[in-house]
């Protein structure tokens, strides 16, 4: 079943050669066919992230993708044609996916081909016009919540709280009613995650002497995990505040990779998309209300631009819109 206005061709971003941001560029593609278990995306919105950035460089390139290579694992928008084996889905849900396979092109094009195993339907409380920038990170951060598998009532600290993962990481861990210190980047970082529930919420740009007081003058034992979407000198001083028999927890990629410690179980994690992790996260996001923290909108002709801007500092996330 498709949509009867499905064009032939469409507008993308996409590069013919691995390099700098300056090798993604507008043209003009087909419109790719779908397989039985796929649908088409018709894309609003795609979010930008670095494992875009290192497809981009040559890394984490899907199995049978050739150029041009269309960039983008995660987006949201409408179904506009289902394979004949997918249930479940009709031309017209609005949806959100996230699928780092996409051999047939990613999410910055007007229209994408993905499994629908990757594909659930946008509750209510997320726009469409935010959501493209949510599914990678709050998998990502649902993930990492997962390897903590702290009880409800125990102490989560979140290093990196203001970020893409970051700031979806202090919503779901309230909806697991745990007490979360969040620390975040700059005032305008402190501002956001106070704004999204956090229970203590402190500046990582300042005197970690002071950090470190104030997340033992609430959590005297220490607290019992702590989530890390950065590494370096300052992760490895809020580490000292996990109490002995608690554990660290980051996503793969992070670099430098923390360092471990007697008392302390350090994990790495990586972001799962299956149809039950996209249900779990739905109920978790139905739970409340629930932000998606945009901090830049991007026409899809200036991807670009939205990867030289994935070198700075922002709260929340880069956003790619499509429609």
Do not use: C
Request: aromatic content about 4%.
């Amino acid at each position: 079943m498709a949509d009867g206005d499905v064009p032939e061709r469409m507008q993308v971003a996409a590069l013919d050669e691995f390099g700098g941001p300056e090798v993604i560029t507008p043209r003009m593609l087909p419109v790719p066919q779908i397989a039985d278990d796929e649908i088409l995306l018709k894309v609003w919105t795609a979010g930008v992230g670095v494992w875009d950035a290192m497809r981009r460089q040559g890394m984490l390139v899907p199995e049978g993708a050739s150029f041009p290579l269309v960039p983008g694992t995660d987006a949201a928008g409408t179904v506009a044609a289902v394979g004949g084996k997918v249930t479940g889905l009709t031309v017209g849900d609005v949806v959100y996916v996230s699928d780092s396979t996409v051999p047939k092109g990613g999410f910055y094009a007007e229209y994408a081909a993905t499994n629908a195993q990757y594909v659930a339907k946008l509750p209510a409380g997320v726009p469409v016009e935010h959501a493209g920038a949510m599914p990678t990170d709050a998998l990502t951060a649902l993930s990492g919540l997962d390897a903590l598998a702290l009880p409800a009532g125990a102490w989560l600290l979140i290093f990196g709280a203001s970020g893409g993962q970051g700031h979806l990481a202090v919503q779901l861990a309230k909806r697991q009613n745990l007490n979360v210190i969040a620390v975040a980047s700059g005032a305008e970082g402190v501002a956001l995650v106070t704004r999204l529930g956090a229970d203590v919420s402190l500046d990582g740009h300042g005197d970690l002497d002071d950090v470190l007081a104030r997340i033992r003058e609430v959590t005297p034992n220490g607290v019992d995990g702590l989530l890390a979407m950065a590494g370096g000198p300052t992760l490895d001083r809020l580490a000292e505040a996990v109490r002995d028999g608690g554990a660290l927890a980051y996503p793969n990629g992070v670099q430098p990779q923390p360092s471990e410690r007697p008392g302390m179980t350090t994990q790495a994690y990586d972001g799962e998309s299956n149809p039950g992790q996209l249900r779990r996260l739905n109920e978790l996001i139905e739970a409340g209300p629930f932000q998606v923290h945009v901090a830049e909108k991007f026409p899809l002709g200036r991807a670009a631009e939205a990867h030289r801007r994935l070198q700075t500092s922002y709260p929340g996330k880069l956003l790619l819109t499509v429609r």
